[in-house]
């Protein structure tokens, strides 16, 4: 089964919830950044994060960042989704490698760090982005994120995040929920969705027993009559190009670029997303500087 994401709302209009699979592009991650299991799990909880948050915003082009500053040895975890929920990121330190927690469980936590923020950027193609930072909860993710929507949103949220990871460090399963309580909820809404969450039990577990987003969250939800809103395929996906990187070394100006020839010629360019490495000659980069310098 392909990456999914599948939007939900209860029968009674008080529950909207967002589930989705997303192993084949949390594997991806792992290949193009060649994370250790850690890492691997801190970035592939937040890319899942950030698809369904992506995916809940409307307008054409429109694009959520989300990043993570938590101050543990990982550095800044970063994932950027656009409104169909294709994600892409990366962690800056992928290389990180730590001692499982007593419960065997990968120790994300201190890998990210706990006493930094997270910011949530949504570019809505408006004169200014929206841009809202909490700090951590924890650094275990799923709970800054709902401790986001929270504080910043004011939107009683729970989210379930898990990634599994396999004897050859490859990812098994990935995945996760997000829950949000609608105005005119009562304590027993809150009840039925905290049974349901407690009862489910761990999202990895959950998608490595069946990878379908649907089944999960009607498991975790299994209190409420559900209707499925829209489902869609989702995947790893830059959007990088030797025409953006082009236009990232015009904007740098003719004399900077004159500098780059006289010490190196050629220049390199890798993306951070996909790691795709764009070479430009002296003879492009002089070609660039007369055009700057032509339209002076």
């Known amino acids: 089964m392909s990456d999914r994401i599948i939007r939900a709302i209860s029968s009674d209009g008080l529950v909207q919830a967002a589930a989705i699979c997303s192993r084949d592009l949390t594997e991806r991650a792992r290949q193009i950044h060649k994370t250790l299991p850690v890492a691997t799990a801190a970035l592939g909880r937040t890319l899942a994060g950030a698809a369904m948050m992506g995916n809940a915003l409307k307008g054409q082009g429109?694009?959520?960042?989300?990043?993570?500053?938590?101050?543990?040895?990982?550095?800044?975890?970063?994932?950027?989704?656009?409104?169909?929920?294709?994600?892409?990121?990366?962690?800056?330190?992928?290389?990180?490698?730590?001692?499982?927690?007593?419960?065997?469980?990968?120790?994300?936590?201190?890998a990210v760090g706990a006493g930094g923020t997270m910011t949530v950027i949504k570019d809505l193609n408006m004169r200014e982005p929206y841009v809202g930072t909490v700090d951590?909860?924890?650094?275990?993710?799923?709970?800054?994120?709902?401790?986001?929507?929270?504080?910043?949103?004011?939107?009683?949220?729970?989210?379930?995040?898990?990634?599994?990871?396999?004897?050859?460090?490859?990812?098994?399963?990935?995945?996760?929920?997000?829950?949000?309580?609608?105005?005119?909820?009562?304590?027993?809404?809150?009840?039925?969705?905290?049974?349901?969450?407690?009862?489910?039990?761990?999202?990895?577990?959950?998608?490595?027993?069946d990878p379908d987003p649907e089944h999960m969250l009607r498991q975790v939800?299994?209190?409420?009559?559900?209707?499925?809103?829209?489902?869609?395929?989702?995947?790893?996906?830059?959007?990088?190009?030797?025409?953006?990187?082009?236009?990232?070394?015009?904007?740098?100006?003719?004399d900077e670029l004159a500098s780059i020839v006289r010490e190196q010629g050629g220049c390199q360019m890798s993306c951070q997303f996909c790691d795709t490495v764009y070479d430009f000659s002296a003879e492009e980069l002089n070609a660039m500087i007369d055009g700057l310098r032509a339209g002076q």
């Open 136 to 209: 951590l909860l924890g650094g275990e993710i799923a709970e800054d994120i709902a401790g986001y929507f929270v504080e910043s949103e004011q939107i009683p949220t729970a989210c379930g995040l898990g990634v599994l990871i396999d004897r050859d460090q490859s990812v098994r399963a990935a995945g996760g929920y997000l829950i949000q309580l609608m105005p005119g909820y009562t304590e027993d809404t809150v009840v039925m969705v905290e049974g349901g969450i407690m009862a489910a039990g761990n999202v990895s577990a959950i998608l490595d027993k």
């Open 62 to 110: 429109a694009s959520l960042t989300l990043q993570i500053k938590g101050g543990g040895p990982l550095g800044t975890i970063l994932a950027v989704a656009d409104t169909d929920g294709n994600v892409r990121g990366y962690v800056t330190n992928p290389r990180v490698d730590l001692p499982l927690r007593a419960d065997g469980k990968l120790d994300v936590g201190t």
């Open 221 to 254: 939800m299994s209190d409420f009559d559900l209707k499925i809103l829209e489902s869609s395929e989702v995947e790893y996906r830059c959007y990088c190009s030797r025409e953006r990187v082009e236009r990232a070394l015009l904007s740098l100006g003719a």
